[in-house]
């Protein structure tokens, strides 16, 4: 069992920054795959970005390449989010997950997810 608490979160103005966190505990972090998904109101979970065990390969959505970089220390058991040129269309709840497929944007190949942090943008 692994447990997953996001933070981060909060009201940001269109161009802005914000840097999730996720932390882990339970089982040994560096066994999982992490992703970063997140749910818009009205909308289908959607994949945002991934990071294999080591942190040394990364996958992300088209629509975040360039603005969001994903990002581990195994030493703190985090996973990282850093959100760059935020846009309003990015609001919505931002949902961390572990799991073991590499490069997976299919929210059921994850095993464990957190309770989410919400990120808004204002235009």
């Known amino acids: 069992q692994v447990q997953l608490v996001e933070s981060g979160g909060g009201l940001v103005q269109a161009g802005g920054s914000l840097r999730l966190s996720c932390a882990a505990s339970?089982?040994?972090?560096?066994?999982?795959?992490m992703g970063w998904f997140r749910q818009a109101p009205g909308k289908e979970r959607e994949f945002v970005a991934a990071?294999?065990?080591?942190?040394?390969?990364?996958y992300s959505a088209d629509s975040v390449k360039g603005r969001f970089t994903i990002s581990r220390e195994n030493a703190k058991n985090t996973v990282y989010l850093q959100m760059n040129s935020l846009k309003p269309e990015d609001t919505a709840v931002y949902y961390c997950?572990?799991?073991?497929?590499?490069?997976?944007?299919?929210?059921?190949?994850?095993?464990?997810w957190g309770q989410g942090t919400q990120v808004a943008v204002s235009s």
């Open positions: 339970g089982r040994t972090f560096s066994n999982y795959v």
């Open positions: 990071i294999n065990w080591s942190g040394a390969s990364t």
């Open positions: 997950a572990a799991g073991f497929v590499q490069y997976s944007d299919d929210p059921g190949s994850y095993n464990y």
